[in-house]
Nanobody
């Protein structure tokens, strides 16, 4: 049974940092691209970042470059999203997802598996 479990969300003040984790099980983690998405109340789901199977290639939403960093540890079957200099507009539920593909998808419908999400709230 495939499972993606996010953790590390919470309440943080503007300018602070959080590191989200995504623990994967039930499939060959190292064979899948991992992506992060977010959804704020009343808004559509938004692409955040994606990382290739080896971790060598990454891509980010243009608006988040320089503040967010995606990474993975295939030995631990875990992916990460380091978020720095957080802003109130970063408040959202953050989801990790997995896709069996040689490219780095930036649209949610391309991903095969999804986690339940973790809430990130940034206060001003």
């Amino acid at each position: 049974q495939v499972q993606l479990v996010e953790s590390g969300g919470g309440l943080v003040q503007a300018g602070g940092s959080l590191r989200l984790s995504c623990a994967a099980s039930g499939y060959t983690f190292s064979s899948y691209v991992m992506g992060w998405f977010r959804q704020a109340p009343g808004k559509e789901r938004e692409f955040v970042a994606a990382i290739s199977q080896s971790g060598i290639s990454t891509t980010y939403a243009d608006s988040l470059k320089g503040r967010f960093t995606i990474s993975r540890d295939n030995a631990k079957n875990t992916g990460y999203l380091q978020m720095n200099n957080l802003k109130p507009e970063d408040t959202a539920v953050y989801y990790c997802a997995a896709d069996y593909t040689p490219v780095l998808p930036t649209t949610g419908y391309e991903y095969d598996y999804w986690g339940q999400g973790t809430q990130v709230t940034v206060s001003s």
